[in-house]
């Protein structure tokens, strides 16, 4: 199996800006299957929603919410994934949480979930 952990979460005022991180680890052959990875986020009493993506590729993928403001990146050496979070807004709080597509096969894959990181913007 892949475990996540995430880091740099913390509160930071409107305007300023946070880098999150994810490290993957496990065995080779998980690590080796790991497809695409993400940032979601999930606010209180909201839905936990799709903040940015990447795959092996570098491809990306941004919400609309934070395009132009966030930016994903990936070591796949360190197997590892950053969020770079610019010019943050209140409505940015929430748990965010790293999420990594583990592809075993054609018709196999496996989510794996990161215990989540508070990111709170406020004044």
């Known amino acids: 199996q892949v475990q996540l952990v995430e880091s740099g979460g913390g509160l930071v005022q409107p305007g300023g800006s946070l880098r999150l991180s994810c490290a993957a680890s496990g065995s080779i052959s998980s690590i080796n299957a790991v497809n695409a990875m993400g940032w979601y986020r999930q606010a209180p009493g909201k839905e936990r929603e799709l903040v940015a993506a990447?795959?092996?590729?570098?491809?990306?993928n941004y919400a609309d919410s934070v395009k132009g403001r966030f930016t994903i990146s990936r070591d796949t050496a360190k197997s590892t994934v950053y969020l770079q979070m610019n010019s943050l807004k209140p409505e940015d709080t929430a748990v965010y949480y790293c999420?990594?597509?583990?592809?075993?096969?054609?018709?196999?894959?496996?989510?794996?979930w990161g215990q989540g990181t508070q990111v709170t913007v406020s004044s």
């Open positions: 990447i795959t092996s590729g570098s491809t990306t």
């Open positions: 999420y990594a597509d583990v592809r075993y096969s054609d018709y196999v894959s496996v989510g794996s």
